[in-house]
């Protein structure tokens, strides 16, 4: 649904299959207003973008699902380990969002598509981005790069952090929230849909817990046992883009 092929033509041509925003909320002048958005960050000439209906957490309340079940040992107790985002069961909100993205994993899989980016719909562009500058990854090995993430670096509790290869524009990320805007290859695709989901449905935790497990060290030892660090993983020195919805702000979709 709300399909459309961009006119907007960057400098660099690297080749997007697809285009995904994923959002709940199907209005034609929503849809309208965020393939614009989209494309407003200079996306590559011809990139398709669609808007991709997002799955709404709470109906595993009120209709429990064989496929899709929450971690249920995500919550420590506060007096145990005091980190807010653990220090609660996941919520459905949260696994709405998860499962939003494996849906999307799952449809660039079964399309065969070499190369897809996600947004969720709260994203904000901050500038165009310059696609000449993944002219410095060639002949580097990557299945994932984050268009923007927020590095957590907390000494006595997380310690991976990102780290330099060698580049200008780009570097090694490591354990972060938000994922708002990246880029999967088919080869990111692939470790996903076929190394990381069967598990994943069974133990659906917040997608930027999870993407951080399977990039780096994750800090917790039983999501470490659960999923294996296997994608190679880059993110762009600085974000492009941004989120409009936060908790803080009391109009964050994954909170309950």
């Known amino acids: 649904m709300g399909i459309l092929k961009g006119s907007v033509c960057s400098p660099f041509f690297m080749k997007i299959d697809q285009v995904y925003i994923i959002s709940i909320d199907l209005r034609p002048e929503y849809i309208a207003e965020l393939i614009a958005r989209a494309y407003s960050m200079g996306l590559p000439f011809g ?118 290869i060698g580049r200008k524009h780009f570097v090694k990320p490591g354990i972060f929230y938000n994922t708002h805007n990246y880029i999967l290859n088919k080869s990111g695709i692939k470790k996903l849909v076929e190394n990381h989901l069967p598990i994943l449905k069974k133990n659906i935790i917040v997608s930027d817990e999870f993407l951080s497990a399977v990039i780096a060290n994750h800090p917790r030892s039983d999501i470490r046992a659960m999923y294996t660090s296997n994608l190679n993983a880059i993110a762009t020195r600085k974000n492009y883009t941004g989120q409009s919805r936060f908790m803080d702000l009391g109009n964050s979709l994954t909170e309950d």
């Open 47 to 164: 990139t398709p973008v669609k808007v991709f209906e997002g799955f709404v957490g709470k109906t595993l309340k009120d209709k429990p699902s064989d496929e899709y079940k929450l971690y249920e040992n995500w919550y420590i107790p506060q007096e145990e380990l005091d980190w807010n985002w653990w220090n609660r069961p996941v919520m459905y909100g949260e696994a709405g969002g998860m499962i939003s993205h494996t849906k999307i994993w799952e449809d660039a899989y079964e399309k065969g598509l070499d190369r897809i980016m996600i947004f969720e719909d709260d994203f904000t562009v901050f500038e165009k981005y310059e696609w000449q500058h993944f002219d410095e990854m060639k002949g580097y090995d990557w299945d994932i790069c984050l268009m923007a993430h927020n590095n957590i670096e907390v000494d006595d509790l997380i310690n991976v952090y990102e780290s330099e």
